[in-house]
T-cell receptor
Framework: GQNIDQPTEMTATEGAIVQINCTYQ??????LFWYQQHAGEAPTFLSY????GLEEKGRFSSFLSRSKGYSYLLLKELQMKDSASYLC?????????FGAGTRLAVHP | EAQVTQNPRYLITVTGKKLTVTCSQN?????MSWYRQDPGLGLRQIYY???????DKGDVPEGYKVSRKEKRNFPLILESPSPNQTSLYFC???????????FGPGTRLTVL
């Protein structure tokens, strides 16, 4: 939605690394969020980037390039419980604009 | 426990019957927001509020109303629901727009 693009679906193997990309419209940019949403549940916050570079938080890392309008979420040592949708959201004027989400399936 | 609550969690209603979905947060957050989530479209913002008595339209406000008379509550009102408002609704709150948003558990609404 609204000029935020991320892949619809991805699959990965338990223990592996997966990178979920997100591109967004750069005008009015005010931070980039990643949320995790398990089926039937509310989104929960994963990360926030406002400056270029990599933010690492345990098994999850998020990268931002403001000039390219590009972010990615990196998940390491995948576990079955990481099967969920991952939502990229761009901060704009007084609101967040969400992408449609990437559904990640982790298999044994 | 810091949380956002929504009621009801599930609702089946008929076209034209006014309904209200309540949202309450206990974190003293100034910013509150309502979203709807539909398959393939992601979360779309309906309305948001920067503070008490300050509300503004999001991306899909048609058919909805909100009010913010108290800091903790932000009800969503559907005056005359229609089937295209069948969706999963989330309320969220945060210190400000630029901060982490905390989501309520969601309300699944079906309009027949």
């Amino acid at each position: 939605g609204q000029n935020i693009d991320q892949p619809t679906e991805m699959t990965a193997t338990e223990g592996a690394i997966v990178q979920i990309n997100c591109t967004y419209q750069t005008s009015g940019f005010n931070g980039l969020f990643w949320y995790q949403q398990h089926a039937g549940e509310a989104p929960t916050f994963l990360s926030y980037n406002v400056l270029d570079g990599l933010e690492e938080k345990g098994r999850f890392s998020s990268f931002l390039s403001r000039s390219k309008g590009y972010s990615y979420l990196l998940l390491k040592e995948l576990q079955m419980k990481d099967s969920a949708s991952y939502l990229c959201a761009r901060g704009g004027y007084n609101k967040l604009i969400f992408g449609a989400g990437t559904r990640l399936a982790v298999h044994p | 426990e810091a949380q956002v609550t929504q009621n009801p969690r599930y609702l089946i209603t008929v076209t034209g019957k006014k309904l209200t979905v309540t949202c309450s947060q206990n974190m003293n957050h100034e910013y509150m927001s309502w979203y709807r989530q539909d398959p393939g479209l992601g979360l779309r913002q309906i309305y948001y509020s920067m503070n008490v008595e300050v509300t503004d339209k999001g991306d899909v406000p048609e058919g909805y109303k909100v009010s913010r008379k108290e800091k903790r509550n932000f009800p969503l009102i559907l005056e005359s629901p229609s089937p295209n408002q069948t969706s999963l609704y989330f309320c969220a709150s945060s210190i400000s727009m630029a901060d982490t948003q905390y989501f309520g558990p969601g309300t699944r609404l079906t309009v027949l």
